[in-house]
């Protein structure tokens, strides 16, 4: 069974920086692409970012150019640059295996996720 495992989140102000770790393990996720939802307590998540087995990238409009995406394959490693970060980022983040061709979850199964909190 896969499994997801993110760190690296905290509280910071608005124009900081954070970096984001995802562990996955369970599953071979060599050719697949990775991905990272976010997720605001009463809404449902949303994606972020995803990142190809080739390691071509896309992002939400609301975070592109602030946010970088990369994934360091043989450690099966997820990792999420969030730069000038703003109030609006403030929210849970996940990360997943993602459907070839779409933005949704590969995995009904989530970890716990990192707290992002970005305030004044």
């Known amino acids: 069974q896969a499994q997801f495992a993110e760190s690296g989140g905290g509280l910071v102000r608005p124009g900081e920086s954070l970096r984001l770790s995802c562990r996955a393990s369970g599953s071979d996720f060599n050719e697949v692409s990775l991905g990272w939802y976010r997720q605001i307590p009463g809404r449902q998540r949303e994606y972020v970012a995803r990142?190809?087995?080739?390691?071509?990238?896309r992002y939400e409009d609301s975070v592109q150019g602030r946010f970088t995406a990369f994934r360091d394959k043989p450690r099966n490693m997820l990792y999420l640059q969030m730069d000038n970060l703003k109030p609006e980022d403030t929210a849970r983040y996940y990360c997943?295996?993602?459907?070839?061709?779409?933005?949704?979850?590969?995995?009904?199964?989530w970890g716990q996720g990192t707290q992002v909190i970005v305030s004044s």
């Open positions: 990142v190809s087995n080739a390691g071509i990238t």
């Open positions: 997943n295996q993602m459907i070839p061709g779409t933005f949704r979850p590969a995995f009904d199964s």
